[in-house]
């Protein structure tokens, strides 16, 4: 009865052996980083009514067989009655393990979805604590669903395409 729990065992192994990870985080690191405070001390003596635009960006590279680079870039701008308040720019990066036999579709969502949602609580830790260190007000940035932003950026290239195809059958 033994004799017959090795090969089971042995199956096991060697389909544990042949199944690699699909996915693995290598590095997560802070890539560059820039806070300006233009209209500084003038703005602190402004009424606080700010306006805040808050900018995203994602971009990724391939640097090697199986390994990206992914690059979150957020910007946040606040004004004061029409002056620049300050200025922060983080480029929050990772290197990433993307198993090259993954389906294209999983790796585009895989690198345009997962790596950024990896990224952002730690591009947006590093942006409250240079605007804290500015002494403004803390800013907390909601959560982003990288998951429907992907989606709506895939919707928006889908319709670019028709729309390059139908002006050629025409």
Request: hydrophobic content about 40%; charged content about 20%.
């Amino acid at each position: 009865m033994a004799d017959e729990k090795q090969p089971a065992q042995q199956n096991g192994a060697a389909q544990g052996e042949q199944q690699q990870p699909q996915f693995a985080i290598q590095r997560i690191f802070l890539k560059d980083v820039s806070f300006e405070a233009p209209n500084a001390p003038d703005v602190f003596r402004k009424e606080w009514k700010p306006e805040l635009n808050v900018d995203m960006n994602v971009g990724n590279k391939k640097i090697d067989e199986g390994v990206y680079e992914v690059t979150l870039t957020l910007t946040a701008k606040n004004t004061v009655e029409g002056e620049t308040a300050f200025l922060c720019e983080v480029a929050q990066s990772g290197i990433f393990s993307v198993s090259e036999d993954m389906p294209e579709p999983n790796k585009a969502h895989t690198l345009g979805a997962f790596c950024p949602n990896i990224l952002f609580p730690y591009a947006r830790e590093a942006i409250s604590s240079l605007v804290t260190r500015g002494t403004f007000p803390q800013l907390n940035l909601a959560p982003v669903n990288f998951d429907a932003v992907f989606a709506q950026h895939m919707q928006q290239q889908q319709a670019q395409q028709q729309a390059a195809e139908q002006k050629q059958d025409a």
